[in-house]
T-cell receptor, first 114, second 110 residues
């Protein structure tokens, strides 16, 4: 199984809503990532979890709150987002961080903030 | 952080022709260079990678080359097919994660 799954596929939310994005992998990977991708741009790193601990936060605003409940799951909690936060949110996983581990991406959640 | 430049930004080829995408990087400590293919509405898919202990790697119609001295690496697709049409991203290892190039939109016309 080399699949990373993400739910929901699409999400529309208002600026006062609270929602969560979910990501799951069963490859035994110990590193998980959140990336944000705007149209016609490359993915931009948001957060890195290594062995269920947050190891990198790329200066992401606090309205994005990651959570790693266990080694297979990664959540991204959203609150008070802005319209400019509309994007494709990608989850990825790899065996480890650094040293060139292959990273596998999920299909993404297309988020629209009204 | 690591700077990855990718060219061209768009590439149109006829079915059966070859396509070449080139990337350069700035951090000489990088040792791992993956390539991703992203189709419309999907997440990036890892298609091939190369590590600094080799200069070339092939997988059927896809090949990557790496020149560590010049700090550049390239993706070569031979006998292109319409289903190769997608956006291709090169990337370079950067500490905990990857730095991506800006992408190349490849169109293969029948």
């Amino acid at each position: 199984d080399t699949e990373v799954t993400q739910t929901p596929k699409h999400l529309v939310m208002g600026m006062t809503n609270k929602k969560s994005l979910k990501c799951e992998q069963h490859m035994g990977h110990r590193a998980m990532y959140w990336y944000k991708q705007k149209a016609k741009k490359p993915p931009e790193l948001m957060f890195v979890y290594s062995y269920e601990k947050l190891s990198i936060n790329e200066s992401v605003p606090s309205r994005f709150s990651p959570e790693c409940p266990n080694s297979s799951l990664l959540n991204l909690h959203l609150h008070a987002l802005q319209p400019e936060d509309s994007a494709l949110y990608l989850c990825a996983s790899s065996h480890g961080t650094g040293g060139g581990y292959d990273a596998f991406f999920g299909p993404g959640t297309r988020l629209t903030v009204l | 952080g690591e700077n990855v430049e990718q060219h061209p930004s768009t590439l149109s080829v006829q079915e059966g022709d070859s396509a070449v995408i080139k990337c350069t990087y700035s951090d000489s400590a990088s040792n791992y260079f993956p390539w991703y293919k992203q189709e419309l509405g999907k997440g990036p898919q890892l298609i091939i990678d190369i590590r600094s202990n080799v200069g070339e790697k092939k997988d059927q119609r896809i090949a990557v080359t790496l020149n560590k001295t010049a700090k550049h690496f390239s993706l070569h697709i031979t006998e292109t097919q319409p289903e190769d049409s997608a956006v291709y991203f090169c990337a370079a290892e950067a500490g905990y994660a990857l730095n991506f190039g800006k992408g190349t939109s490849l169109l293969v016309t029948p």
